[in-house]
């Protein structure tokens, strides 16, 4: 039985995340405003079926294809919202399933960490796929799971605040986050954050 851990619909990729999905993605990048959807599914393996029903049913772009051994993620984006959609409920027939059956995000950690030091940026900075951190900027991480709701996540933060994307993984264990900048601007940031990954309908049960 294939298990739907992340099904997160991004109505329209901000400028920072598309970017930094092209720095990630090995697949067909997608630019800003366009819609997404990230999808996380155990075993890892049946993502190759999902991604082949995605888009075969429509004129989506798939950017991301992840397997491990656990878990899948696929990442796919369009032009059309419509289009998008689509691939999604395409998927869900073919497991004959609703996106309601997926889990709902469960944040595992937050932090922020302000006038960060120049040694500590430097630590951050060598592994980011992002913008970079500067000394004495506020630092907010998100840790959340299933990973794939780190996608969500990130975006709702771009549209709410001048913040930089410095670092966001969106499969494995547990999803992170890496925002930095101006102490307001990353504490509103966090907050759509965090925000958008409430009263997210979904199953609780996978908790327990």
């Known amino acids: 039985m294939v298990e739907l851990r992340t099904y997160a619909f991004l109505d329209s990729l901000q400028p920072q995340f598309a970017s930094f999905i092209a720095t990630v993605a090995k697949g067909f990048l997608p630019v800003a405003g366009e819609a997404a959807l990230y999808l996380e599914v155990a075993p890892g393996m049946e993502i190759n079926a999902l991604t082949d029903v995605a888009i075969k049913a429509t004129g989506v772009m798939p950017g991301m294809m992840i397997v491990e051994r656990a878990f899948g993620l696929l990442e796919i984006h369009g032009k059309s919202q419509g289009d998008v959609r689509h691939a999604g409920r395409a998927i869900l027939d073919s497991l004959d ?6 889990y709902s995000p469960r944040t595992v950690t937050q932090q922020v960490i302000r006038h960060v030091d120049d040694y500590h940026t430097q630590l951050i900075n060598r592994t980011r796929h992002g913008q970079m951190i500067l ?3 506020t630092l907010y991480i998100l840790e959340t799971e299933p990973a794939g709701w780190a996608a969500l996540a990130a975006n709702e933060a771009e549209k709410a605040a001048e913040i930089n994307i410095v670092e966001v993984r969106t499969f494995g264990a547990y999803g992170r986050v890496y ?6 601007d990353v504490v509103e940031g966090a907050a759509a954050a965090s925000r958008a990954l409430e009263n997210i309908p979904g199953r609780t049960d996978w908790r327990e």
């Not at 399933?97 to 997926?102: E, F, L, N, S, V």
């Not at 925002?179 to 307001?184: D, F, I, M």
């Open 97 to 102: 399933i609703t996106a309601d059956q997926r």
């Open 135 to 137: 000394g004495g900027q």
């Open 179 to 184: 925002l930095a900048g101006e102490e307001a």
